[in-house]
């Protein structure tokens, strides 16, 4: 008889890697499917990464790396935090792990004990509330929608929090909506954060560099908020570096120990050829990823005006990231071809079914009326998977 453990059978699985794949078994089976589930980029990683990966290699750099990563790479991180974000760090408060999604973990692990509770503004991420569950702690949504432009109010943060709040993570440019605070905004949340000491906020800034208008403001300068707030980010997303799998924090001295502690019996230092190449990435100017910024921003403008051409279709104008997150809800009760449709993920599954396009239904993300398509893809795919599915919906 086999016998899971309660903590692995209360564990969701993600629901963008098993709709990609879902898009991948489809493909081995001779079907053409459009896969625009997954959050990466299409880009290939830039060859100034991979000239310092190559010399990493020649220079022997083989042996096991600190926990919490190479000094010179630390260091470099705290001169990319105060050159783009305005933020203080020294080196023993910040650690290198292998990805953004560890970093995030870590942070959980460390800070989060059973019972308490973490706010998670939705849309989120979907590995936010899976990770808090592994922690054995409670999460509670903050529900937003397509005419608040997937922002909360001051006044619902407000209103979610209890004596048993211990986190809210905050992630702008927002996966799925793309959704950006301004200043202003993380300012009147910061307001009410101020009035309750013992909240630690999460501020993951994985897409910073993927933004379509102001810069991106990191919560951690809000000088009141800087001893409460664990700043993540890391190289994926910005330098096509999925596979690499480098992510860090920026964390007050004692929460990065914490976290270096947690790391030393789970996976010990990040890879140490992709660390030494992401000295390169975080010490290059924004200005050497441009290209890749401004292709993501074509390719957004063009899937707008796509999306808006299909009936019943609802969709804002994202200001970074790389998804667009319609509202589809229009369609639900509704049956095409023979398909019901009920709820997003029946409308997910019906375009994959009768579309052969993947996306991600908006119920993983917390917005049960949504659903993601990445537009990391080629024009080319783009423009054929709106064709598919203009052709199954009008």
């Not at 991979?50 to 919490?68: G, L, R, T, W």
């Not at 560099?209 to 951690?220: M, Q, T």
């Not at 707008?304 to 279709?313: A, D, H, M, S």
């Not at 239904?361 to 998977?385: C, D, V």
Request: charged residues 20%.
């Amino acid at each position: 008889m086999q016998k899971l453990s309660d903590r692995i059978n209360s564990l969701p699985v993600s629901q963008t890697l098993a709709m990609a794949a879902k898009a991948r078994e489809l493909k081995s089976q001779g079907k053409d499917i459009i896969s625009l589930s997954l959050g990466e980029p299409d880009f290939n990683t830039p060859d100034f990464i991979k000239e310092a990966a190559k010399q990493a290699i020649d220079d022997n750099f083989n042996s096991y790396s600190p926990v919490d990563g190479y000094l010179d790479l630390k260091e470099a991180i705290c001169e990319k935090f105060k050159r783009d974000n305005g933020l203080i760090y020294q080196p023993n408060q910040i650690v290198v792990s292998t990805g953004a999604k560890q970093s995030i973990a870590n942070v959980a692990m460390v800070l989060l004990n059973p019972g308490d509770e973490v706010l998670l503004p939705a849309p989120y991420w979907v590995s936010y509330s899976a990770i808090t569950t592994l922690a054995e702690a409670n999460f509670v949504e903050i529900p937003s929608t397509i005419d608040t432009d997937f922002k909360i109010t001051p006044a619902q943060l407000e209103a979610a929090i209890t004596p048993r709040t211990k986190m809210v993570f905050f992630n702008s440019p927002n996966n799925p909506s793309g959704s950006v605070y301004s200043e202003s905004e993380y300012r009147a949340l910061a307001e009410v954060l101020e009035k309750y000491p013992d909240i630690y906020i999460l501020s993951d800034e994985i897409y910073e560099h993927i933004n379509y208008g102001e810069p991106v403001f990191s919560f951690a300068s809000i000088e009141s908020m800087y001893d409460r707030t664990i700043t993540v980010n890391g190289v994926a997303k910005a330098f096509a570096m999925t596979g690499w799998r480098i992510g860090y924090i920026g964390a007050p001295a004692w929460i990065a120990k914490a976290c270096t502690k947690m790391q030393g019996q789970i996976t010990s230092g990040a890879n140490c050829i992709a660390q030494r190449a992401t000295i390169s990435a975080v010490s290059a100017p924004v200005s050497k990823i441009k290209y890749m910024v401004d292709e993501f921003k074509s390719r957004r403008n063009m899937v707008i005006e796509l999306i808006k051409e299909i009936p019943g279709l609802k969709i804002n104008e994202p200001q970074g990231a790389f998804y667009a997150f319609p509202d589809v809800s229009s369609y639900f009760g509704k049956t095409i071809d023979g398909y019901a449709i009920n709820n997003a993920s029946d409308f997910s599954l019906f375009l994959l079914e009768k579309a052969n396009v993947a996306t991600v239904t908006g119920e993983a993300f917390g917005a049960p009326q949504n659903i993601r398509i990445s537009y990391a893809a080629s024009t080319t795919e783009l423009k054929e998977a709106f064709k598919r599915i203009k052709s199954v919906l009008v």
